[in-house]
């Protein structure tokens, strides 16, 4: 009784030890390269032009350096001032339509509308946006206005090989 008591006992441990006995599942770094289970595996990408990479188009610091145009001291502090004196004026012009946007979302949530109050927001705002356009691009051509002909030259070539394909 006690031989078949410790066979039993010895078949029982060796028919759990097998079934316990896995082979471990690797770390999950090693698994899938660092990512978790709901991170989609990354793709290769080909580089996209320089265009498409975050920051303004008109950055005028980036597209001289990529063009390989290296500015004066004062060219920069020229592109600096007329920078500063634009943005003012834009930051100005954006208060006044956020403030318009401010008076339309409370004219449409009263009880009786004032068609024309609204109609005449709506106008003063595209007039607004208008403005702040015009301005973004008057910078733009006065930045350029500091460009010597050959930094020009130079930054027009770029800007056709990379900007306009």
């Known amino acids: 009784m006690k031989t078949k008591l410790l066979l039993s006992l010895f078949i029982i441990t060796l028919i759990s030890s097998m079934a316990f006995a896995q082979v471990p599942l ?7 390269g660092g990512r978790y289970r709901y991170e ?5 990408r080909e580089p996209l032009p320089p265009r498409h990479r975050g920051g303004p188009r008109g950055d005028i610091y980036r597209m001289c350096r990529n063009a390989g ?19 003012l004026k834009i930051n100005d012009l954006e208060y006044q339509k956020r403030t318009i946007d401010y008076k339309f979302r409370m004219e449409r949530e009263k009880i009786d509308i004032d068609l024309n109050l609204i109609k005449d ?6 007039d607004l946006e208008k403005d702040i356009d015009y301005l973004r691009v008057e910078k733009d051509v006065s930045m350029l206005d ?14 056709m090989r990379y900007y306009y394909r």
Do not use: G, W
């Open 26 to 32: 690797p770390p999950p770094e090693a698994a899938n």
């Open 40 to 44: 989609p595996a990354p793709r290769e």
């Open 69 to 87: 145009i290296y500015l004066t001291d004062e060219q920069i502090d020229e592109i600096s001032r007329i920078s500063y004196e634009y943005e």
């Open 121 to 126: 927001l709506i106008n003063q705002k595209k």
């Open 146 to 159: 500091v460009l010597t002909d050959e930094q020009l030259q130079q930054l027009n070539s770029y800007r």
